[in-house]
């Protein structure tokens, strides 16, 4: 993958990582990176009484088992800090499971990085999603 690709821009916020997150990555029956077809789907939870609640729990499939944990989002600040910093210290890492060929710019390589994330998490890291990502 190309350092253009995978640089994190200067001026991106955290708002608009989590942003992306909530509206382009989780809750998708399908999500394309670049050209490629991912089967990851996160559902979500917000309980932040700052926030309006908001929760997108993904239907099962019949016939499928497809009970997927749900991120449990507490404190929204935190963890769009959280989640910011992972993906900063992951692209500066240089350690990505992210194929050249699928990432084709900056937002694939995000949203893909977003997606692997989960893949690999636990019912508790679902449960707690902020100490999960500053691990």
């Known amino acids: 993958m190309s350092q253009y690709k995978s640089r994190m821009p200067q001026n991106i916020t955290k708002d608009e990582i989590f942003d992306v997150f909530i509206n382009e990555v989780c809750g998708q029956q399908e999500l394309y990176v670049g050209r490629e077809l991912l089967e990851i789907s996160v559902n979500y939870r917000i309980t932040d009484s700052k926030y ?58 995000m949203m893909y990085t977003m997606a692997a994330i989960w893949t690999n998490a636990t019912n508790q890291d679902f449960t707690n999603p902020v100490e999960f990502l500053n691990r």
Do not use: C, H, M, R
């Not at 910093?85 to 194929?99: E, F, P, R, T």
């Open 52 to 109: 309006k609640q908001k929760e997108v729990v993904l239907p099962e499939q019949e016939g499928e088992y497809t009970q997927s944990p749900v991120l449990e989002i507490n404190d929204v600040n935190l963890f769009k800090n959280a989640l910011y910093n992972y993906i900063k210290a992951y692209l500066d890492s240089n350690s990505y499971w992210a194929d050249p060929d699928i990432a084709i710019d900056w937002k694939s390589t």
